[in-house]
């Protein structure tokens, strides 16, 4: 069993696991968590934890797809933290499956 198959198996049905995709336009990213707190039903001043960490601010909306290489390549938005939306590591990481918003829905 490969390393992803292994995490997957272990995941709870409520949370699923994503990789970041590194979209890299700041001001893109910054108008996504906007986007991404409306489709929420949340206030822009709202503050929001970041979906990779759980413990800081978000302050970006990520750009992530989902790890299970069964899934489809869709693109989805997560709140996240400055640090961890620039984490360069490519390991996969467990979000709550209502924090993703697909791209194509904003
Ligand atoms: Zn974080």
Redesign the pocket.
Known sequence: MNKVVEILNSLHEDTVLVKNMHSGNQRVLGGALNNWKKIKGYDESDVIK???????D?VHGGHVVKADPNESKEWYIVP??V???EKKDEKPFEVNKDDLVRVVDM
């Open positions: 970041c979906s990779r960490c759980k413990i800081k978000a996240l933290c640090r961890c939306n």
